[in-house]
């Protein structure tokens, strides 16, 4: 008879997968995470297998750890972990695809038969004191993350200025700075870099504490749990300067939410220097509450804007150098036409055109990355389901420019009509998660290659022009609150 803690077992990994595939995305799940196996799993220490070279192994814990570990809270609800447990990546041969190449579907592959090698226990929540009596790994920065390795661009200089002015003067300009941008315009990277510069200037016993938006509001979640919020509340409140990267993943949260508010207003009058992220303006995100909302919105927002082709080129030519190769220059320019959205996932393709030509010896061309890094390609065939979102935001769109959602589907050409159909295109794409071919289905079954011009022609008007680039994230902001009614 099967032993029903190896049910269990495989009933927690299972969740704990299909949780991860649905924030992760299915392509970047079967690139990275496919084999994957659960060793061992104790309240303080995470064993994980299946992992097919160190290359792979440095990718996980970098990028997909904090990912793991919540897909496990989620998967194991009777397992008290620590706040910061160890993981040990163990690598071994035989990775799923070895013949081939990955395919996609139920991206984080295990063995359900396999049993645990200690039955899912309890433990401390909270881990043990640090040396400096507050919680453990107060920063947690990439190294890499600095402002030389920062890519200016039209879109991003301001807000890189800005960040160097934060970094010399933590405390006394732009308290509290906010980075506001769509997903994988370089907002952890400016983050972590003002981290990273102020670690190495500030002196000893001042700490530096960067923590994501989600690790907030578990940290708070587990302190209320254990009764051991003072705790909590002294490591965030005793730090010189706070970098809370993601407030989106807070509104969920009404008791997170008014935590950081105090926490907000202690470490302000201290002159302590906050640093926040979010991919919309603070009050503008579903949920969040009028005083936080306020209090984010004192300092200092300076939006972000997805890179141009030149740029996402040169961004593509340095991951490729970061990670040990030479891409070829066609190779960048075919990836930066290809990939639009994102810099993550431009990123993400080159990291995974790297590691294939490594594993399987391959020359790095054009061919190779068409099938390579397909996944992360703007245009995927049959792409998913358009969200809800799109009826309210050509709505919302055609109200403003005095237009008809028909006249916005329809042929003709006039000014007004094209400059609303090219926000109309933006809008799509950054809050209503659509694909270019999507989009053109939207719009009276326009070609991809229509749609992704009109697109550019409009990001590099709002490059030059800050009123464009207000109207447009006003609109945005409208259609977001728009969706919350």
Known sequence: MRDRSEDRWAEGWNHCKTWIENRLGEDDAAAWLSGLRLDDLKPHRIVLGGIPNSFCKNRIASLYQPLILEGLRSGYPEISFAADP??????????PGAEGFPTTGNALAMDANAGPGTAPGEGSAIPEDGPDGSLENPSAL?????FDAFIPDAGNRSALQFARTVASQPGRRFNPFVLVGGTGVGKTHLMQAIGNALTATLPPGKTVRYRTGEEFKNEVFEGISKKRMARVREAYRGVEVLLLDGLQYLPVSPTAQEELLHTLDHLHRQGKQLVFSADRYPRALPNMGEALGARLEMGLIAEML?????????????????????????????????????????????????AYAGLYGNEITEAFAERIAAPFFDFQPGGGVVPPARD????????????????????????????????????????????????????????????????HILMEGMRGDERLRHHVMKLARDVAAEQEN
């Open 142 to 146: 990439a190294s890499r993350h600095t």
């Open 392 to 455: 309210i935001i050509l709505e919302r769109v055609a109200k403003r420019f005095g237009i008809t959602v028909r006249a916005l589907k329809g042929r003709e050409r006039g000014a007004n009509i094209v400059n609303a159909r090219r926000i109309a295109i933006h809008l799509l794409k950054y809050e209503g998660k659509c694909s270019y071919p999507q989009i053109g289905t939207l719009l009276g079954n326009r070609t991809h290659s229509t749609v992704l011009h009109s697109h």
């Open 306 to 354: 997805p890179p141009g082709e030149e740029t996402r080129r040169r961004l593509a030519a340095a991951r490729a150098k970061a990670e040990g190769f030479t891409l070829p220059e066609s190779v960048a320019e075919y990836l930066a036409a290809r990939i639009t959205a994102s810099v993550r996932q431009l990123e993400g393709a080159v990291v995974r055109l790297g």
């Open 86 to 95: 160890v993981f040990e990546f163990r690598v071994e041969s035989g990775w």
